[in-house]
């Protein structure tokens, strides 16, 4: 085993003190190569989730160890830990973006009004050098962390007294990243502040420089900064508490303030240094001063104590005997721990005083018409308030007292240092600041049907999914959701009625796709869009709909399938509707009862339909007797992966584009694991690119596909496939595979029959098995040809009819004679009845 | 040895008769032959401070103090001190304002000024001791000497301390050129000349005279860099040039050398021999010079005391362990800093430990005591530039 210390990590590899400025000196060139690439918040949450479950697991003790090298203490290495790994969660990655830069895409360049050609997104600025001090353990990898989910690439300047555990850490988190693309992204360097040369150079590299630590640190920083490289100082900051008059004698709250000094031994820029307790009266002050004293007595014991230097002593002690002069003039009290573990100054003059820390606290009176003036010279370092106060009137006074006077966060006393993800860093967004905002303007011919620029990349769907095992689908379907806020349920043509869970988040996130797929197929804010959809009752088709129709600002008519079909008619007619939405059965009710009043309308234009087949003759229909000029079907979902497809304008029935923002999806061999051939039939794979929802990795939908080479002349490079029936749709029957899609295919394409077909197959133990296809009535008189037809262009199926292995019957019936899907009124297009065998 | 003679004091009254027969011993005669006497004159300066010093009495009572605690010299710990910060923030004065003499404040590198006063009496005593601390050190001479002084440049109505040092220290040796690295600039500020100091040094070496040269150690420093830059390997002066540094390196702490290193390279350069080059230490608030033997120690005049206290629990340590330095006198008059706590670190090592003929215990200064910034994320008071 490798035992060196090493100090320095280059991309993957750990590098020796002789080779640091060999290295750094290459740099230039290194970084003018790299910049084109793009980091992915794919591959970094990937790598990130495989981090976690490596220390979950117990196989890197080297990285707690590193820890412990420096901190001195198990548990703290561990708690940091932790946090680290807290932070590295896909959802509170995403959750990041979504908060920082508005958007689980940030970096996508897309429209921001539909209509328009003007795109915009956040992009990163290149190279991020970041400067951490001394003591900061875990600040080095969590600051790198931002910069990755920026897309930056990293240098970090570290130093001794961090130990190497930031660029250990970096270290695992690149192994854990199988395309190899990440590494190029991170560097980090133990320099001493001394090294003034090498700093230099790196900074000359940078274009956003972050820096840690107090006002001389930033000041260095900046000065070696050239003009323009953009400054990112995370300095030093005050916070306190303050008590409103009503809670000064409230024994919880100031139970809660003294966890707070306590808890992190006020060593965090959230820690209260003072407490400000709005009174006149100092004998109120001083019984505040021995309220607190109790508590701290009883508190203290509870929470870890951090060793400190003889200076810190020093400081502490000049504080504290300088009050103790201070109250020999009556201008206050000190109020110590025999075991100098705290002390309490209190100090009758009002105004805020920094602390000496580890468990100092001055109390302080003010008067709440004094906040802005008393606070007024410290307002550059105002951090977190801790408020005790109790009604309404005074949280809102006070807070908005406080913020006005500086502060930028205010929490309940006793809860300084808790945070939530998302939350604003020293009054910013961190993101936005390691990031620009760009915006890109085009003619609008040229951009048509191009929601974002993702659409557009090269490498766009060309994800590598083998790092994934392919997902066990009743593993799959016994796994709960625990982020699930909202249950939809399929209408299940299996016959089977399913209810899922998703999280708003990844629901949204699918929505904005379906917006899109709306955009691209050409529906947009100018039309007059109703759906009618049937709503309520678990089904995602209505709220789907209003949802992606509000994103993408058209008029929507919000009409649904729930009412009587005279109604919607006239609705449809008197709101001027010209898109309608629908199921395809549904719409074909519709139009055939109210034929009279929507014939008359010529107002439609566009027809999207979804959750079923349509046929050419029925397309045909829609558009000779209502004037429809389109019939769409941009989004191909389904229930476990939702958005599945989306359909181009250039897209045949049956075609999509693989929506990579939310899916990647592959097509394997029927009986191999292997990706398919060209123009091979195969089962559809989808990996989920989720936000909360559980990982769905390499799921097989249930449907058949093949891939289209040729490029989209809609100018997407998104992958685009064929649908080619469900897997269900190939039935073995007889020795042979038989496809049900085929042989409806052949009988709408070739008859005149044009409605449902359903397939019924049966056995016994001593017959062959026996296909039933039932049409309605209007098929009778044409099962003979249908049979001859069948046969003569299914290979297969004559080869097993021949052999006898299989019978077949055409049975003309009533609808209601058919097998009913009794939760979406789908008639159900197979029904194996065989037993067996 | 000499004997000391008072001179140019005004005469104390009666009732710090003890203190005036403490001011006859050699400066540096090992402190036992003088505890009893030291003690007498701790309890008159108590006193004449408790009588005249509303805000003392009131620490003394605070403190639960009395004179009558004090019985030998086991009991001087018991003495309350102030913290030379306190002055920062308050006006203490024991004297009255028409016997105050002269006005100085600290030279306030780190913001805040501390404010200084001081009367007929305490002047006089501090250029006393001043002047035979130099006469034990073999400063005083006869010989004209050029000066150049890395302070201040005075002008009317300036009060830092420091520059007032510095004219006492010009009074050991006859001058013949007095120049300041720091120039008055006109705007009540003074920006450090660094032509004129390599200027006037290759002046004086023409001159030929000794050199005495005074003041903040870092400008010294800067000098030399400058005159090497400029191509100079050395520029030999006089044998009997002296450096005389006070104020240490405030301002600029993260240029500073180490001590021996920059005697070193003062020798080297100027020709000056190691034992010419020394070190001052005192302060505004506590006037009373300490100047290094030819060992480069700061050897404690007779007149004074140091107790040096736990930097937690504030303790006695005695010799050999760092913490704070309290500085103990019975001259000081003008203002209740006769007792006072230093903002700095010390060690305190037995006379004995030091191979110069000088008997009394000299101490170490170790830097300055606290922190002036925090190492966690937490903005310490120091760091904090507070809006005016």
Request: aromatic share 10%.
């Amino acid at each position: 085993m490798d035992t060196h210390y090493y100090k320095h990590l280059w991309q993957d590899k750990l590098i020796k003190e002789e080779e640091l400025e060999k290295q750094i000196d290459e740099l230039p060139a290194v970084l003018s190569k790299d910049l084109h690439l793009r980091l992915d918040t794919i591959i970094l949450t990937d790598a990130c989730t495989k981090l976690i479950s490596k220390i979950k697991n117990g196989t890197l003790p080297h990285l707690e160890k590193a820890l412990v090298e420096v901190c001195h203490n198990t548990e703290m290495a561990q708690n940091l830990i932790t946090g680290v790994c807290e932070f590295l969660r896909r959802e509170n990655i995403m959750m990041r973006l979504k908060s920082d830069l508005g958007s689980y895409n940030p970096f996508d360049l897309h429209r921001t009004d539909f209509s328009k050609p003007i795109y915009e997104a956040w992009k990163p600025l290149g190279v991020q050098i970041h400067i951490v001090p001394g003591n900061a353990l875990q600040v080095g990898v969590l600051s790198m962390l931002e910069g990755l989910m920026a897309g930056n690439i990293n240098i970090l300047k570290n130093t001794s007294r961090n130990g190497n555990f930031a660029q250990l850490f970096m270290k695992e988190l690149i192994e854990c990243d199988a395309t190899g693309i990440l590494k190029h992204f991170i560097y980090l360097f133990e320099i001493s502040s001394k090294q003034e040369d090498l700093i230099q150079k790196l900074i000359n590299q940078a274009d956003l420089v972050t820096v840690w630590g107090g006002e001389e640190a930033v000041k260095s920083v900046r000065n070696m900064c050239p003009p323009g490289v953009r400054v990112v100082d995370w300095g030093h900051k005050i916070s306190f508490a303050y008590f409103a008059e009503k809670l000064i004698d409230d024994k919880t709250s100031i139970d809660a303030l003294a966890e707070d000094i306590c808890r992190r031994n006020q060593q965090a820029c959230t820690s209260p240094q003072c407490v400000l307790v709005e009174t006149e009266d100092m004998k109120a002050l001083d019984k505040f001063g021995a309220a607190l004293h109790q508590s701290l007595e009883k508190i203290s014991p509870l929470f870890p104590l951090q060793e400190h230097s003889q200076q810190e002593k020093a400081e502490i002690t000049t504080t504290t005997h300088l009050q103790k002069l201070e109250a020999s003039m009556g201008n206050g009290k000190v109020m110590e721990a025999e075991d100098y573990t705290f002390r309490i100054l209190i100090d009758y003059r009002s105004g805020l005083q920094p602390s000496p820390l580890y468990r100092t606290i001055w109390v302080k009176p003010i008067q709440r018409k004094e906040i802005i003036p008393v606070l007024r010279p410290f307002n550059l370092y105002l951090q977190t308030c801790g408020l005790a106060a109790n009604d309404k009137t005074d949280i809102y006074e006070l807070t908005e007292e406080l913020l006005k006077a500086g502060l930028q966060r205010i929490t309940p006393i006793g809860q300084q240092h808790a945070s939530y993800v998302g939350e604003p860093h020293d009054a910013v967004y961190a993101l936005q600041r390691y990031t620009k905002r760009v915006s890109v303007r085009m003619q609008a011919n040229k951009l048509d049907g191009v929601p974002s620029f993702s659409y557009l990349a090269p490498d766009n769907g060309k994800r590598d999914l083998s790092i994934y095992p392919i997902t066990d689908k009743t593993k799959r379907n016994e796994e709960v959701n625990p982020f699930a806020k909202l249950y939809l349920k399929s209408g299940g043509s299996s016959g089977q009625t399913k209810v899922s869970g998703y999280s708003w988040e990844d629901w949204d996130s699918q929505i904005s796709m379906v917006t899109e797929a709306f955009m691209i197929s050409g529906v947009g804010p100018n039309n007059r869009c109703a759906i009618l959809y049937s709503a309520g009752n678990l089904y995602g088709g209505f709220i789907s709909h209003q949802k992606a129709l509000e994103k993408l600002n058209t008029t929507v008519l919000s009409i649904s399938s729930n009412i009587d079909t005279k109604t919607i008619a006239e609705t449809l007619v008197q709101l001027k509707a010209d898109v309608v939405l629908g199921m395809p059965s549904f719409l074909r009710k519709l139009f055939r009862e109210e034929y009279d009043i929507l014939k008359a309308y010529k107002g439609f234009k566009t027809l999207v339909y979804g959750g079923e087949l349509m046929t050419e003759e029925q397309k045909k229909w829609f558009t000779t007797e209502f004037g429809f000029e389109e019939i769409l079907s941009p989004v191909y979902a389904s229930n476990d992966a939702l958005m599945n497809g989306y359909a181009c304008k250039f897209c045949n029935n049956g075609e999509f584009h693989v929506p990579t923002k939310v899916i990647d999806l592959e097509i394997l061999q029927l009986e191999t694991q292997e990706p398919v051939g060209e123009n091979e039939v195969g089962r559809i794979l989808i990996t989920k690119k989720s936000i909360k929802d559980p990982a769905l990795n390499r799921y097989e939908i249930g449907d058949l596909g093949k891939w289209i080479h040729e490029p989209c002349d809609c100018g997407h490079t998104s992958p685009k496939f064929k649908l080619m029936g469900r897997h269900g749709d190939i039935v073995r029957c007889g020795a042979k595979f038989i496809n049900f899609r085929e042989i409806c295919q052949l009988i709408l394409k070739n008859t005149s029959y044009t409605d449902d077909i359903q397939m019924v197959i049966d056995n016994s133990s001593t017959d062959s098995d026996h296909i039933t296809l039932r049409l309605l009535e209007s098929a009778k008189g044409q099962e003979e040809a249908i049979i001859k037809l069948l046969r003569n262009n299914i290979k297969d199926l004559k080869l097993s009819l021949d052999a006898h292995h299989v019978t077949l019957e055409i049975a003309t019936l009533p609808i209601s004679e058919f097998d009913i899907a009794k939760a979406s009124g789908k008639v159900r297009p197979i029904i194996d009845n065989r037993i067996a065998q | 040895m000499f004997t000391p003679q008072i001179k140019n004091i005004t005469p104390a009254p009666d009732q710090m008769k003890n203190i005036w027969e403490l001011l006859k011993a050699y400066p540096y005669t090992s402190h036992t032959t003088t505890d009893e006497l030291y003690i007498e004159a701790m309890k008159e300066i108590i006193r004449f401070h408790q009588e005249r010093n509303p805000f003392y009495k009131q620490l003394l009572a605070y403190n639960d103090f009395e004179v009558d605690q004090l019985n030998s010299i086991d009991d001087l710990s018991k003495i309350p001190f102030i913290h030379a910060n306190f002055f920062k923030t308050h006006v203490v004065k024991t004297a009255q304002e028409e016997d105050i003499v002269m006005h100085v404040t600290s030279s306030g590198t780190t913001g805040q000024k501390s404010q200084h006063f001081l009367d007929t009496w305490t002047v006089e005593v501090m250029q006393y001791i001043s002047d035979v601390s130099q006469q034990a050190n073999g400063y005083i001479s006869d010989q004209p000497c050029n000066y150049l002084v890395f302070n201040f440049e005075p002008y009317v109505g300036f009060k830092t301390g420091t520059a007032t040092t510095n004219q006492i220290m010009m009074q050991y040796a006859p001058k013949v050129h007095v120049n300041y690295a720091l120039r008055y600039n006109g705007q009540k500020g003074h920006d450090f000349d660094s032509f004129g100091v390599v200027e006037k040094l290759i002046e004086y070496q023409k001159e030929g005279l000794p050199v005495r040269m005074l003041g903040f150690a870092a400008f010294l420093n800067f000098s030399i860099d400058k005159l090497k830059d400029m191509g100079y390997d050395k520029l030999t002066l006089h044998p009997d040039s002296r450096c005389l540094f006070g104020g240490g390196w405030k301002g600029h702490a993260d240029k500073e050398i180490p001590k021996a290193a920059f005697y070193q390279k003062i020798h080297e350069f100027f020709g000056i021999p190691l034992k010419n080059i020394r070190d001052k230490y005192g302060s505004v608030e506590h006037p009373i010079s300490y100047v290094e033997c030819e060992y480069h120690h700061l050897h404690l005049p007779t007149y004074e005391r140091v107790i040096i206290r736990d930097v937690e629990t504030l303790e006695p340590l005695g010799f050999g362990k760092p913490g704070f330095a309290q500085l103990i006198s019975p001259v000081i008059t003008s203002m209740p800093s006769h007792s006072i706590l230093m903002g700095d670190m010390a060690i305190l090592n037995p006379g004995e430990s030091c191979p110069c003929k000088h008997e009394t215990p000299y101490f170490e200064i170790m830097g300055r005591a606290g922190t002036s910034k925090n190492k966690s994320c937490a903005i310490a008071a120091s760091e904090m530039l507070q809006r005016k």
